[in-house]
């Protein structure tokens, strides 16, 4: 059984293959910006939506305009480029249909288009382009050439699509393989509930408490503060820029953050647990946001502002998505259940009332006098709750 997964290394590009990716970079935004402003224009004048055929047709005309500079790139990565605006118009549109006011489809600034896809390993770009050489691994990519890679593992699997990333003044290759060979762990006989939160990204119902983002939410705090700042700036001067560049840093610091978390509790659970139960996050942000669970988040990581709590909350969609990659390649099961009720009933006798959840760590049942870690008690739930979906389809 193969699964799909991606594989990230980091690049060590001449000083001039660093010059050509830098252009390369800045050569997609700019395709980017004009395309957008095409959709703006087309979609202010006339009312008229651009689809993407008709931009990818317009490619050709482009590049034949620009032999020195849009020629030069790989008219896949382009194309490429070309379809993200696309899924950004698309989701645009649909935000619109579901009756919300969402802001357009935004130009990007310098410092705020860092990825240049190509979709097709051996079109525009060649992964393992040198195998002869003896140590070495390099990548090919149209228009800079054969880029050494510092591959501190192997790949496995089949390369589908290859991107180059900017972070700072380093950047990165990433592979997008199919059929990578799953490697199962052995069976541990052991099942957890995990519910998921703020003053610690999961707690098992075991009473693990895994990845305490004390750092993510510092540098979200500093976000958030840099973005105050930078709402004050004048538009166009120069403070405002170096303002712009903190944003984008603290944004790239707090994604890193996030993902290192993710994948360092995904880790652990996948080794430790055969069957994983978690909440169905579509309906948990529903009840999350009705019932309140996570206004008080403690001390440790007093959530500023909104801001600051949508940015710790968006960590929950990665770190799941990142589980599933992880419990699929190691036959682990998982099971998504409705987290309705699961933080206000006792986990020992099943009463359930507000009143139960006494402050946000403490869970003490106003019927059985069962105390707890609230989360440890809304983990407890989320397993029975998981073992019962479970347990029909195992029997027949
Ligand atoms: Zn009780």
């Keep these: 059984m193969g699964v799909r997964r991606s594989f990230t ?29 095409h959709r703006r224009t087309a979609y202010a004048r006339a009312g008229v939506s651009v689809r993407y055929g008709e931009q990818s047709a317009e490619l050709k005309h ?52 860092d990825t240049v896809e190509w979709p097709k390993d051996g079109d525009g770009c060649r992964w393992d382009s040198q195998p002869e050489h003896p140590t070495a691994t390099y990548v090919r990519l149209q228009g800079v050439g054969h880029v050494r890679v510092h591959r501190h593992r192997p ?7 290859i991107s ?25 006989g052991v099942v957890a509930g995990i519910d998921m939160g703020v003053a610690s990204l999961v707690t098992t119902s075991d009473g693990q408490h895994l990845t305490n983002p004390r750092h993510l939410a510092a540098s979200a705090g500093r976000l958030a503060d840099a973005q105050r700042v930078l709402a004050r700036k004048q538009r166009g001067s120069k403070r405002r820029r170096k303002a712009v560049a903190r944003v984008a840093a603290l944004h790239a610091r707090v994604r890193r953050q996030r993902l290192d978390g993710a994948h360092k509790a995904a880790r652990a659970l996948v080794a430790a647990y055969d069957v994983i139960v ?20 403690g001390r440790n990581v007093a959530a ?9 909350d968006a960590g929950w969609g990665v770190f799941l998505t990142i589980l599933a990659y992880k419990a699929e390649s190691a036959g682990r099961k998982l099971i998504a259940v409705n987290p309705a009720g699961t933080s206000r009933t006792c986990a020992r006798c099943g009463h359930s009332a507000r ?17 707890a870690h609230a989360d440890v008690n809304a983990a407890k739930n989320i397993l029975r709750a998981g073992l019962a979906l479970r347990e029909p389809a195992e029997a027949a």
Aim: one cysteine or more.
């Design 9 to 37: 290394f980091l690049l060590r590009p001449t000083a001039r293959q660093a010059a050509a990716l830098a252009a390369c970079l800045e050569d997609h935004r700019q395709l980017y910006n004009v395309a957008l402003e």
């Design 62 to 113: 482009i590049r034949a305009d620009d032999p020195d500079g849009q020629g030069r790139w790989s008219f896949s990565s382009q194309q490429a480029t070309l379809r993200r605006l696309d899924k950004a118009f698309a989701a645009f549109f649909k935000r619109v249909r579901a009756g919300r006011a969402p802001g357009f489809p935004r130009f990007k600034g310098r410092g705020r288009f």
């Design 155 to 161: 790949v496995r699997g089949q390369v589908k699509t």
């Design 164 to 188: 180059v990333t900017r972070e700072g003044s380093r950047w990165f290759v990433v592979l997008s393989c199919d059929d990578v060979p799953a490697e199962p762990l052995p069976a541990t």
């Design 278 to 297: 978690h909440e169905d996050l579509r309906i948990a942000n529903m009840t999350r946001s009705a019932v309140g669970t996570i206004e008080s988040p």
């Design 304 to 312: 500023k502002s909104g801001l600051n709590r949508s940015i710790l």
């Design 355 to 371: 009143e139960n959840r006494v402050t946000q760590a403490g869970f003490a049942c106003t019927a059985c006098g069962h105390t």
